[in-house]
């Protein structure tokens, strides 16, 4: 059972737990069996302008911290949510779905951004740079921006908060936090972990409720500078529009449409293990999750065979029972989308090689998919299947790989099999997304920096460079110093 500690129903504001003023509430429920998990209050614009103001009052406390001292907070929530892994990890799999060794990944890869970010926190460098005048100095400093409002997905109810609240809270920043509807009880979870370890109060707010007029009081209220956002490209537009029309800082971390190219010269073994990770992780409900695999000519045949077969092994089912691979998709939406792309491609000439239809556990639950002879002109070449299938299509030349890989007004995470040195070089430059894979199926840490070009968004996460979506550059210039 999910650990009472960190089950909540109450919202965390200025480091109290509060219900909605009107006091609705949203049942949260098991994707795995559809049973209620528990309520969450139904906030909207009033709860979240109470939290902006807390958190625009603790900004002026946190961001005049040592960095030092913002830094042994966020080791001890490293350590605290290391030390609840089991059970947030439980809490995790019961709202979302997935393995449980998938969630406790999640919580340890969440863990890891606030200690990447606490040790940052002491490493925000300015720069001097030369006067072009006599008896002059310029001095470069970096400031956090201020509060931040964050809106995040349901497919990493834990991470997508923890590498944004990581970096806000490294740069000195403070935060209000709407997670997605149907996952709100992980980010509840890290609030009261946050509120166990002693942060002050108002600095981590979660707010649940409806996106709307949550999203507007974000998008209107002078005290947010900044909105950073994860979910699909469609909100994010629009979202993204409101935000600069305040002229507020953006990051937006949206849809991918992910190719994963295999070569004639590739360890086709290493090749598979990675296409089945690059698939089917979080039952293929993951933006850099593969959406298409180009295969060449020369090792189309063998490539499916063995992938088909690695995809037959997939143990389907509850995520918390011992040895599931791939749990339940999160609604019956997401169903009807698998099954509309795999209906398309059919139609169109598509061969199955694995799966193809509902589990038989039925809910939510599907097969693990294999499609082969798939075509640029179908569905799935283009839209975001966000789900457990994977097309298998065929190219001849190195040129023709990379112009399929790019017909796609996404740009999140790319990756290719290849042993040849030079063309490796190649298709990492000519391939036009934020993040490649070369001989790799799967790229996150928080070292490195996350993020996308064209469709799939602007800004980073993780790394240096998330940092620095979190800080004002300030240039000073020190006159009258003499000759
Ligand atoms: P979504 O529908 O855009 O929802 C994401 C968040 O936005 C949720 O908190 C949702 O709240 C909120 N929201 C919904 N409508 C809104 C509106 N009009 N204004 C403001 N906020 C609104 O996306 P999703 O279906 O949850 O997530 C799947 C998508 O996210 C996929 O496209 C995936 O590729 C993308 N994704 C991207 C990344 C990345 O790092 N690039 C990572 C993970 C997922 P409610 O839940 O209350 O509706």
């Known amino acids: 059972m999910i650990s009472d500690a960190w089950l909540k129903d109450a919202c965390f504001i200025d480091g109290t737990w509060v219900p909605a003023d009107d006091g609705q509430t949203i049942t949260v429920t098991n994707p795995a069996s559809g049973a209620a998990l528990g309520t969450v209050p139904r906030c909207g614009g009033a709860e979240t302008a109470r939290a902006i103001a807390a958190a625009s009052r603790a900004f002026t406390t946190w961001r005049a911290m040592l960095a030092k001292e913002r830094a042994d907070l966020m080791f001890a929530l490293h350590d605290a949510l290391l030390a609840e892994k089991r059970a947030l990890g439980e809490l995790l799999t019961r709202e979302q779905g997935k393995s449980r060794a998938e969630a406790e990944g999640e919580i340890a890869g969440g863990a890891a951004f606030f200690r990447w970010f606490g040790e940052e926190a002491k490493r925000v460098y300015g720069d001097t740079i030369p006067s072009p005048w006599p008896g002059k100095r310029i001095l470069v400093t970096k400031e956090p921006v201020g509060v931040v409002g964050a809106i995040t997905p349901w497919n990493f109810p834990h991470s997508m908060i923890a590498r944004k609240l990581a970096a806000a809270l490294g740069a000195g920043c403070t935060m209000v936090i709407k997670p997605a509807s149907q996952t709100p009880l992980s980010a509840l979870a890290v609030a009261a972990i946050c509120e166990k370890v002693g942060f002050p109060a108002g600095v981590v707010n979660v707010v649940t409720g409806s996106a709307a007029p949550i999203a507007a009081e974000m998008c209107e209220n002078p005290a947010v500078r900044k909105i950073t956002f994860t979910g699909s490209t469609e909100v994010g537009k629009d979202l993204g529009a409101r935000a600069l029309a305040n002229m507020k800082r953006v990051s937006m971390e949206l849809g991918g449409n992910a190719p994963f190219i295999v070569f004639d010269d590739a360890d086709l073994d290493a090749a598979v293990k990675a296409a089945v990770l690059s698939k089917f992780r979080n039952s293929g409900q993951t933006c850099v999750c593969t959406n298409r695999f180009l295969?060449?000519?020369?090792?189309?045949?063998?490539?499916?065979?063995?992938f088909a077969a690695a995809v037959r092994a997939l143990k389907v089912g509850d995520g918390l029972d011992a040895g599931v691979e791939q749990g339940p998709l999160i609604d019956p939406a997401a169903i009807a989308k698998v099954e509309e792309h795999i209906t398309d491609a059919r139609s169109h000439g598509a061969r199955v090689l694995a799966g193809g239809v509902r589990h038989p556990l039925g809910g939510t639950y599907f097969?693990?998919?294999?499609?082969?002879?798939?075509?640029?002109?179908?569905?799935?070449?283009?839209?975001?299947?966000?789900?457990?299938?994977?097309?298998?299509?065929?190219?001849?030349?190195?040129?023709?790989?990379?112009?399929?890989?790019?017909?796609?007004?996404?740009?999140?995470?790319?990756?290719?099999?290849?042993?040849?040195?030079?063309?490796?070089?190649?298709?990492?430059?000519?391939?036009?997304?934020?993040?490649?894979?070369?001989?790799?199926?799967?790229?996150?840490?928080?070292?490195a920096p996350f993020g996308g070009v064209k469709d799939s968004g602007m800004g980073r996460e993780g790394s240096k460079y998330g940092l620095e979506d979190y800080m004002n550059v300030k240039y000073a210039l020190f006159g009258g110093l003499g000759a």
């Open 295 to 306: 295969v060449q000519a020369g090792v189309y045949d063998a490539f499916a065979e063995k």
């Open 367 to 447: 097969e693990p998919t294999v499609l082969a002879d798939v075509t640029p002109g179908m569905k799935i070449a283009r839209e975001e299947t966000f789900g457990p299938v994977a097309p298998l299509f065929r190219f001849e030349t190195e040129a023709e790989a990379v112009a399929m890989a790019n017909d796609t007004e996404f740009g999140l995470a790319g990756y290719f099999f290849t042993r040849d040195l030079g063309r490796a070089w190649r298709m990492m430059e000519a391939l036009e997304y934020g993040m490649i894979g070369v001989n790799e199926g799967l790229a996150s840490t928080e070292v």
